[in-house]
């Protein structure tokens, strides 16, 4: 039993399996490991980046010790709440992706109370997650809660996750130190093994993707810097106004944080003027999102919270049609289960949409956050890349995860920064000329001083026009699909182009044109999507969501028109600017359609989306220096 389980596990390993799951090279070389060592390793070091699936390859190292009698208990330890949480959540469809069955289907939160210990001796749970803030405040107890559940005559295997916090003499690795030595086998993964100065419990890495690696491979976006010499202008408490770029503002600080300065000088941000740093990384959002037909979505990293807010508003007053939310905790924070909430809108369970298109947050978003839409980050906090890579680093990978259904040459993410970060001298300042953002993310500087070997960053696309039908709605079937009929066509290719979840790695793999086993398996994969997400929408919901897709649009619109006014007439772009121009497209459209949008039904949406389109050219032209705009001239 145990050579068949092994002989299908290195055909998973080569691609050859038929059930749909398909590893990356990295995860089969994780499979292939195991099995040579299976009976004696005890522990097992990986670096893979961000967003290649290191949930995964905890799963899949379960499921081979297992198999092999070797363990019968998983316990994950991860580096804060968040990723608990999320943990819990995704798991267990992780699981069940890759054939692996459960107890109960569910994993259990470690809680210090005896419950853990008893749920795991009846057989009830068999994955257990745990912070290392509780290994390490049951450490310093008389009694061990932890090592309790480690002696409860099972056989455990520990998995580590971002195992560079775990510091040879610091106090998390001490205590995670002890939870190694109870356990059968240790697995430590890590997208940032190295630390500054320090060793790990762990030790060097043994198995090891870099993140060009994993670009070859298709498994994650690539990653270009853009710069933006980035000011802000506030007023202070006595009325004075103020402009700092980032590194002027960190110099203003006398021993202090930013919120304390904040309050102490009565700092105001003012809205009155929109940085470019902010803007043309919000009009490339919106003109993806509109290309792609995705809800792609932008992740920025404020000063502090109060500057989050700033930020909030200026997003929500340029681009009224996205969806923007705001987390932090500290001075001018938000309680945790509000920030909690608003997290996951931004992350929602694999499978599901978002329901936030743009997330500013204070050290609240980093690693563990499996973002998959981020297309657009942009970096404004004043931390100094010296001694913090390893948190930018986990906050650049918030954009590294491919999207699914997306084309291979839009797999990218920007990434922006202050020019006056330290960051933005890779592939300029002296020794660091040749070394671009994703050689620094590898530690790679041997092309210091060199060209950058590389194919070019894409240039920011053009305005172009939303399409006439562009307010359409797709209705999801839940009926039992047995043939692809004409009129199903078209929305199940673009679902066949998109699988990646609990079916397929990566569609390129399926031919469901030639191949009748793949048309197959898409068929039913397409129903159990069918079934399990999409709702038929009621007439009111449709509605509501054209009306969505409107008011972005309309935004859009009225950035772009921005731009225009601005270059003719030497008008800073601003929030009231785009308001205004929002304000005369409505008017305009109201008086085209003959009533406001409050009562429009599905013709009116249908014919406005034609106008929107026409309206849409003609910013084209304009651009080119040609035409007029309707509700500007």
Not at 121 to 132: A, G, P, W
């Amino acid at each position: 039993m145990f050579e068949q389980f092994a002989a299908s596990l290195l055909a998973v390993s080569r691609g050859e399996n038929a059930d749909g799951f398909r590893p990356r090279p990295g995860q089969s070389r994780l499979i292939e490991w195991l099995l040579d060592h299976v009976e004696s390793a005890l522990r097992l070091c990986v670096r893979w980046p961000g967003g290649y699936g290191k949930t995964i390859g905890i799963a899949l190292a379960y499921m081979i010790l297992r198999q092999f009698g070797r363990v019968n208990r998983l316990l994950v330890v991860v580096a804060n709440d968040q990723q608990r949480a999320q943990f819990r959540r995704d798991f267990p469809t992780t699981c069940k992706r890759i054939g692996l069955p459960i107890k109960g289907e569910c994993v259990w939160e470690f809680d210090k109370t005896a419950r853990a210990v008893r749920t795991s001796m009846l057989n009830r749970c068999e994955v257990f997650v745990v912070t290392i803030q509780m290994v390490s405040a049951t450490n310093k107890k008389a009694t061990d809660s932890l090592l309790d559940l480690l002696g409860d005559g099972n056989h455990w295997m520990l998995a580590a996750d971002e195992y560079h916090h775990y510091a040879q003499e610091k106090d998390w690795g001490k205590s995670l130190q002890r939870v190694c030595e109870n356990v059968r086998f240790s697995l430590a993964m890590s997208a940032t093994p190295t630390r500054d100065g320090t060793g790990t419990i762990f030790g060097e890495p043994d198995l090891v993707v870099t993140y060009r690696q994993a670009v070859d491979q298709g498994a994650v976006k690539k990653l270009w810097l853009k710069r933006y010499h980035y000011t802000v202008k506030a007023t202070t408490g006595d009325g004075g106004e103020v402009e700092y770029t980032t590194d002027e503002l960190r110099q203003q600080l006398d021993n202090e944080s930013l919120s304390e300065f904040e309050e102490r000088v009565g700092l105001r941000y003012s809205t009155k003027y929109i940085h470019p740093m902010i803007l043309e990384p919000l009009n490339r959002l919106q003109n993806r999102r509109t290309a792609a037909g995705k809800p792609l979505q932008m992740l920025i990293r404020a000063m502090s919270c109060r500057h989050a807010k700033y930020i909030c508003k200026v997003v929500q007053e340029i681009a009224p049609g996205l969806r923007v939310g705001w987390v932090g905790s500290g001075p001018n924070g938000q309680p945790d289960h509000v920030n909690a909430a608003v997290i996951e809108q931004f992350v929602p369970p694999a499978g599901a949409d978002p329901l936030l298109d743009v997330l500013v947050q204070v050290q609240k978003v980093g690693e563990g956050s499996d973002s998959v839409m981020v297309c657009e980050i942009v970096d404004l906090a004043l931390a100094n890349i010296d001694g913090a890579s390893n948190q930018l680093k986990q906050f650049i990978f918030r954009g590294s995860r491919v999207v699914p259904g997306l084309d291979a040459d839009q797999q990218y993410c920007n990434v922006n920064v202050p020019s006056d970060a330290k960051l933005a001298g890779l592939e300029q300042d002296e020794g660091l000329a040749g070394v671009s953002l994703m050689d620094w993310i590898d530690g790679d500087y041997s092309k210091a001083g060199g060209m950058i070997e590389e194919d070019t960053p894409k240039r920011d696309e053009d305005f172009n026009p939303a399409p006439e039908d562009f307010l359409s709605i797709v209705v999801r079937r839940n009926a039992e699909l047995t043939e692809v009929t004409d009129d199903m066509r078209g929305h199940f290719m673009k679902f066949v182009s998109g699988m990646n979840g609990c079916v397929v790695e990566s569609s390129a793999h399926w031919d469901v044109e030639n191949n009748p086993d793949h048309l197959d398996a898409a068929k039913r994969a397409y129903l159990v999507v069918a079934n399990t997400h999409a709702v038929e929408m009621d007439a009111q919901a449709q509605l509501e969501q054209r009306a969505q897709k409107f008011e972005a649009e309309v935004g859009r619109l009225a950035s772009h028109g921005a731009k225009i006014v601005s270059k003719a007439t030497g008008e800073e772009v601003s929030g009231r600017l785009i308001g205004k121009l929002a304000k005369k497209i409505n008017g305009n459209l109201k008086a085209a359609i003959g009533r406001g949008r409050e009562a429009w039904l599905d013709e009116d949406f249908d014919r406005a989306g034609r106008i929107l389109h026409a309206w849409g050219c003609a910013i084209r032209d304009r651009v080119e220096g040609k035409g007029v705009l309707p509700w500007l001239d």
